[in-house]
T-cell receptor, first 117, second 118 residues
């Protein structure tokens, strides 16, 4: 099965600085890569995702890049704010077919991001 | 915002007991997956239901079972509870678009059910 590794496990930045979290995956069949933000005691919330036919996607201060050849993808947060503090999870999923057994998400172990004011 | 609803939100059970967790998927979604998230860990896939059948299963023992109803809602049952079953149980819904797609589909998580086994 797929194996997703995420680094670093903890990341502390000063408000206004950028933060980068990196993930690698092992299964070349994976083609969908979401990123989730999880605040303490809450559910994971999708913040951005990227599909394998795209190399980069940006949404305001958040961007994700994907290198299919190297099998790695990264989350970039610019102009960080204290409210960005949370645990961030990357995930990977293989191609989805209707009624197939594919479609499960494989998660990284998470990165605790702390943004200091 | 995702529309996936789970119940109960919190519950405490004793070792050896059984528990049933419930999930209603987002409107228009027909596929339900269950994940277990232990403290400090990423979510781990338990199983997925589509067309009322278990389609894929993660590395969980038979004590974990499920069901999907004709209205696409789902239940997760855990028998003979162990202390190690204490976790946040997340339901996720999705819907493949069309008979086959290379684009994948967005997965939305419910708020989760916090299970504590004492």
């Amino acid at each position: 099965g797929e194996n997703v590794e995420q680094h670093p496990s903890t990341l502390s930045v000063q408000e206004g600085d950028s933060a980068v979290i990196k993930c690698t995956y092992s299964d070349s069949a994976s083609n969908y890569f979401p990123w989730y933000k999880q605040e303490l005691g809450k559910r994971p919330q999708l913040i951005i995702d990227i599909r394998s036919n795209v190399g980069e996607k940006k949404d305001q201060r958040i961007a994700v890049t994907l290198n299919k050849t190297a099998k790695h993808f990264s989350l970039h947060i610019t102009e960080t704010q204290p409210e960005d503090s949370a645990v961030y999870f990357c995930a990977a999923r293989a191609r989805v077919y209707r009624g197939s057994t594919l479609g499960r998400l494989y998660f990284g172990r998470g990165t605790q991001l702390t943004v200091w004011p | 915002d995702a529309g996936v609803t789970q119940s109960p939100t919190h519950l405490i059970k004793t070792r050896g007991q059984q528990v049933t967790l419930r999930c209603s998927p987002k409107s228009g979604h027909d596929t339900v997956s269950w994940y277990q998230q232990a403290l400090g860990q990423g979510p781990q896939f338990i199983f997925q239901y589509y067309e009322e059948e278990e389609r894929q299963r993660g590395n969980f023992p038979d004590r974990f079972s499920g069901h999907q109803f004709p209205n696409y809602s789902s239940e997760l049952n855990v028998n003979a509870l162990l202390l190690g079953d204490s976790a946040l149980y997340l339901c996720a819904s999705s819907s493949p678009s069309g008979p086959a797609t290379n684009s994948g589909n967005t997965i939305y998580f419910g708020e989760g059910s916090w299970l504590t086994v004492v």
